[in-house]
């Protein structure tokens, strides 16, 4: 199990990981090989990791940075946005749904599996949190 972390996306705001990898190394006659896992990602919000803080205000936006948080761990990963499996989706607001989903196809033309709930509310304000669990 390995801890993933980058600059590139914000840090966690609770006692989390960004991601953890499991699985990715196979210990055979004593030697250690490459061979496959899965990354697990904690919910992402739009918070911009330069700043610090969602500057975004609508869905689309906030949606663009949550996206753009996950490829900076899934890099950090060395895995690629395609070998996303799953994700769980969480909005405050279900009318934001089709704006949600403009944004999320763009970033996600493998069609993962995916959940997507209304929920009360989201840390830090966001409009919507996207967890994933990506094959390495």
Known sequence: MKTIHTKHAPAAIGP??????????????GQ???AGGFVFLSGQIGIDPTA??????????????VCKNIKA???KAETPMDNVVKTT??????????AFNEVYAKHFPGKP???????KDLPAGA???IEVIAVK
């Open 127 to 129: 409009l919507c949190e």
């Open 52 to 65: 610090g803080k969602i500057i975004t205000s609508d869905i689309a936006g906030q949606t663009e940075q």
């Open 73 to 75: 761990i899934l890099k």
């Open 32 to 34: 250690a090989k490459q």
């Open 89 to 98: 989706c969480f909005l405050r607001d279900m009318k934001d749904f089709a």
């Open 16 to 29: 989390y990981s960004q991601a953890i990898l499991v699985g990715d190394t196979l210990y055979a006659s």
């Open 113 to 119: 599996a995916r959940s997507c709930f209304a929920v």
